[in-house]
């Protein structure tokens, strides 16, 4: 268990400019989830796939952003046209196939964007 | 729907004084719920969670929470604080229905240990 990854951790960007993130989760785990974080707040929700099935967005995701996970292991995070808004720490999680609430969604260590 | 106050966005303590950081939900359906601790830089790290087996909960590295009902809270308590506990804590909120996924997090309370 390598736990939760996401690369790159950093990365500044200009305003307009594409961006793409991504996460690998811990093995055999088939939910992944995708939280933002601002400064001073706490993590919100943004998306989650069980396995390729992207099953929930939020409304805090626009149209300029959009999640992958094609093969069921990995995902992208994709932030088209970035507004100095996005500026945030993007979190993603996994949680084990026991389809359970109470189970324990394990954190990465985020990737923190810059748009200047 | 959930939701979550914690009331003190900063708490100080005194090294080896007692920490309480203080989190009050609201939930339409019996919650989940959660507290998580993040370092600098880092992701978070869950401390404890309340699954409705037992309303005192034990966590790691000594912090336990009480879930009361009545006063839909879920304070978070340590007896004696560390400089290592020094991190930002959040409280968390889920609904304990078959297919909820999602986790609704409070604004996070500093906690700063004074030596």
């Known amino acids: 268990d390598t736990g939760v990854s996401q690369d790159p951790r950093h990365k500044i960007t200009k305003r307009g400019q594409n961006v793409t993130f991504r996460c690998d989760p811990i093995?055999?785990?088939?939910?992944l989830y995708w939280y933002r974080q601002t400064l001073g707040q706490g993590p919100e929700f943004l998306t989650y796939?069980?396995?390729?099935?992207?099953?929930?967005k939020s409304r805090l995701l626009s149209d300029r952003f959009s999640a992958e996970r094609p093969k069921g292991s990995f995902s992208t995070l994709e932030i088209q046209r970035t507004e100095q808004g996005d500026s945030a720490m993007y979190l993603c999680a996994s949680r084990h196939r026991d389809s359970v609430p109470h189970n324990e969604q394990f954190f990465g260590p985020g990737t923190r964007l810059t748009v200047l | 729907a959930q939701s979550v106050t914690q009331l003190g966005s900063h708490v100080s303590v005194s090294e080896g004084a007692l920490v309480l950081l203080r989190c009050n939900y609201s939930s339409s359906v019996p919650p989940y719920l959660f507290w998580y601790v993040q370092y600098p830089n880092q992701g978070l790290q869950l401390l404890l969670k309340y699954t409705s087996a037992a309303t005192l909960v034990k966590g790691i590295n000594g912090f336990e929470a009480e879930f009361k009902k009545s006063e839909t809270s879920f304070h978070l308590t340590k007896p004696s604080a560390h400089m290592s506990d020094a991190a930002e804590y959040f409280c968390a909120v889920t609904a304990s229905w078959f297919g909820n996924e999602k986790l609704t997090f409070g604004t996070g309370t500093r906690l700063t240990i004074i030596p």
């Open positions: 796939f069980q396995n390729e099935a992207q099953l929930e």
């Open positions: 093995s055999e785990h088939n939910r």
